[in-house]
């Protein structure tokens, strides 16, 4: 950690967010590179097929696809489902990708107002939207956060004969009921850019249990080749390959995937527990049955402050940088999608305004989680 001072406070800093390597595990990554770059397998070789099959076992599914982007997995999964000119269930409160993926797969997205709850989607708003064109729903894991009513959204899109694709690129190795984010639904999607819980530079990877979703994903991630040694273009594919030094960091990043949670879980107690005597801010709770890998600490705040005016306070007296939001404005309102607009989805709105996120890290301290409740403490309470 830095040992620069902050001048007001005289603590050192506390960053928003840390990418944490040991040293042994950039050597062990340095070495293998080494080793492609002397062998030339770049690209779609060993590592990456380690890669697919460690982080298959650890979701619990049969199927892994290891791509260059959480974009990348979106795209192809929408893309094998066949989403052109149907609509797609996406929530506004997500990151631009889940619901430009739709787009750049051909189909409309249809925003969802926002479940205060989880910051993910309510049963009841998936029943409100669902019209004959809905081919399926986007489920998003907003903060690491798997929804209580997650079997309840299952249900629904059982009952209705739509399918479900989990954006989990927040959610590498949260649970509910022993089930981890990514099996789900028909597929998953993560992200491994380098703000995620466990990252490998930039990549993506679809998880899934079909086995024809599967194949068709190989396929959409070459160039749309129907096999890697023929020429035969079969789909609108594009380069969505994953390169073996990126799986490389991929496979070191995952093995100290489990530990890291544990990490971030144990800042997350530090901050229940000191938050619980405080009205103003409202955390975001974990289901007793569920596991959060708190890739963001999601606090609500009783009142609309002006969080800009917070965020700059917190870093110029305290020395703590606030997270990003999850997220700062809805999609709904992006003007990118003005095409797609709704009625008002005014949760979403609110939820958006009144959030905060904590700094959350694997290497961060106990007193560097109270230097930002006290920071907090100061500046809200
Ligand atoms: C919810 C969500 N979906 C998709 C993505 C896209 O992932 P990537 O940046 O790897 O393309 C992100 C990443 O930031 C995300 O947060």
Request: hydrophobic share 40%.
């Given at each position: 950690?830095?040992?620069?001072?902050?001048?007001?406070?005289?603590?050192?800093?506390?960053?928003?967010?840390?990418?944490?390597?040991?040293?042994?595990?950039?050597?062990?990554?340095?070495?293998?590179?080494?080793?492609?770059?002397?062998?030339?397998?770049?690209?779609?070789?060993?590592?990456?097929?380690?890669?697919?099959?460690?982080?298959?076992?650890?979701?619990?599914?049969?199927?892994c696809v290891a791509v260059n982007s959480g974009t990348s997995?979106?795209?192809?999964?929408?893309?094998?489902?066949?989403?052109?000119?149907?609509?797609?269930?996406?929530?506004?409160?997500?990151?631009?990708?889940?619901?430009?993926?739709?787009?750049?797969?051909?189909?409309?997205?249809?925003?969802?107002?926002?479940?205060?709850?989880?910051?993910?989607?309510?049963?009841?708003?998936?029943?409100?939207?669902?019209?004959?064109?809905?081919?399926?729903?986007?489920?998003?894991?907003?903060?690491?956060?798997?929804?209580?009513?997650?079997?309840?959204?299952?249900?629904?899109?059982?009952?209705?004969?739509?399918?479900?694709?989990?954006?989990?690129?927040?959610?590498?190795?949260?649970?509910?009921?022993?089930?981890?984010?990514?099996?789900?639904?028909?597929?998953?999607?993560?992200?491994?850019?380098?703000?995620?819980?466990?990252?490998?530079?930039?990549?993506?990877?679809?998880?899934?249990?079909?086995?024809?979703?599967?194949?068709?994903?190989?396929?959409?991630?070459?160039?749309?080749?129907?096999?890697?040694?023929?020429?035969?273009?079969?789909?609108?594919?594009?380069?969505?390959?994953?390169?073996?030094?990126?799986?490389?960091?991929?496979?070191?990043?995952?093995?100290?995937?489990?530990?890291?949670?544990?990490?971030?879980?144990?800042?997350?107690?530090?901050?229940?527990?000191?938050?619980?005597?405080?009205?103003?801010?409202?955390?975001?709770?974990?289901?007793?049955?569920?596991?959060?890998?708190?890739?963001?600490?999601?606090?609500?705040?009783?009142?609309?402050?002006?969080?800009?005016?917070?965020?700059?306070?917190?870093?110029?007296?305290?020395?703590?940088?606030?997270?990003?939001?999850?997220?700062?404005?809805?999609?709904?309102?992006?003007?990118?999608?003005?095409?797609?607009?709704?009625?008002?989805?005014?949760?979403?709105?609110?939820?958006?305004a009144r959030q905060i996120c904590l700094p959350v890290f694997?290497?961060?301290?106990?007193?560097?989680?109270?230097?930002?409740?006290?920071?907090?403490?100061?500046?809200?309470?």
């Open positions: 950690m830095s040992i620069e001072k902050n001048q007001k406070s005289g603590a050192a800093p506390v960053p928003a967010a840390k990418i944490d390597f040991a040293p042994e595990d950039r050597q062990w990554i340095a070495d293998r590179i080494q080793e492609v770059l002397a062998t030339g397998q770049l690209t779609l070789g060993k590592y990456g097929l380690e890669f697919e099959k460690n982080f298959a076992s650890y979701v619990g599914v049969k199927h997995s979106l795209e192809i999964i929408l893309r094998a489902l066949g989403v052109e000119g149907k609509d797609v269930l996406v929530p506004t409160n997500t990151f631009f990708a889940t619901a430009a993926a739709v787009v750049h797969a051909g189909g409309n997205p249809v925003f969802m107002d926002t479940d205060p709850e989880s910051f993910g989607t309510a049963p009841e708003e998936i029943e409100r939207r669902i019209t004959p064109k809905t081919a399926g729903m986007i489920v998003v894991h907003i903060g690491g956060l798997v929804s209580r009513r997650m079997p309840e959204l299952q249900e629904i899109a059982r009952k209705k004969g739509i399918w479900i694709a989990e954006d989990a690129a927040h959610a590498h190795g949260s649970s509910l009921g022993g089930i981890k984010a990514g099996s789900f639904g028909i597929a998953g999607s993560f992200s491994f850019y380098p703000t995620k819980v466990m990252t490998c530079g930039e990549g993506g990877m679809i998880t899934t249990n079909d086995d024809k979703l599967a194949e068709e994903a190989r396929i959409y991630r070459d160039q749309g080749k129907a096999s890697f040694l023929q020429n035969a273009h079969t789909r609108m594919g594009y380069n969505w390959r994953m390169s073996e030094p990126h799986a490389i960091i991929g496979v070191k990043h995952l093995e100290r995937l489990p530990n890291m949670i544990v990490a971030r879980q144990r800042i997350a107690a530090v901050y229940d527990e000191a938050l619980r005597g405080m009205n103003a801010l409202n955390p975001m709770a974990v289901p007793g049955d569920g596991a959060s890998n708190f890739y963001k600490y999601v606090v609500t705040m009783r009142d609309k402050v002006d969080r800009k005016r917070l965020k700059g306070e917190l870093r110029e007296r305290f020395a703590v940088s606030l997270s990003g939001e999850v997220y700062e404005e809805p999609l709904h309102r992006q003007p990118v999608f003005e095409a797609y607009k709704t009625a008002p989805l005014p949760v979403s709105e609110d939820c958006c694997a290497s961060m301290t106990n007193m560097q989680a109270m230097q930002v409740v006290d920071a907090l403490r100061a500046t809200i309470a």
